[in-house]
């Protein structure tokens, strides 16, 4: 059984940056493809970004191409989502999910492994 606790969230800025940080515990980290999903209040639950078990491969939702970056430590069991040009619309709930897989994952059916998320809000 995989636990996540995800943590950093809080208040920023338009324009600001935050990093949003995953701790694993339970499995072997490095055989878990992660990824990052929001939800804002009466909105769906939105793919963020992905990476594969290694962390070589990356992906991202389009909203956040080229604004947010997603990496991985496996010898720290971490997983990362940083932030940058926040946005209002970017506030949300985030949360942190994971998958025994090869490959990286990038819709909610494919994740059996949830943290409890963490709240982002920028403000205007």
């Known amino acids: 059984q995989v636990q996540l606790v995800e943590s950093g969230g809080g208040l920023v800025q338009a324009g600001g940056s935050l990093r949003v940080s995953c701790a694993a515990s339970?499995?072997?980290?490095?055989?878990?493809?992660m990824g990052w999903f929001r939800q804002a209040p009466r909105k769906e639950r939105e793919f963020v970004a992905a990476i594969s078990p290694s962390g070589a491969r990356t992906e991202y939702g389009d909203s956040v191409k080229g604004r947010f970056t997603i990496s991985r430590d496996n010898a720290m069991n971490m997983v990362y989502l940083q932030m940058n040009s926040l946005k209002p619309e970017d506030t949300a709930v985030y949360y942190c999910?994971?998958?025994?897989?090869?490959?990286?994952?990038?819709?909610?059916?494919?994740?059996?492994?949830w943290g409890q998320g963490t709240q982002v809000t920028v403000s205007s």
């Open positions: 339970g499995g072997t980290f490095s055989n878990y493809a």
């Open positions: 999910a994971g998958v025994y897989a090869r490959v990286l994952v990038t819709t909610t059916r494919g994740y059996n492994y």
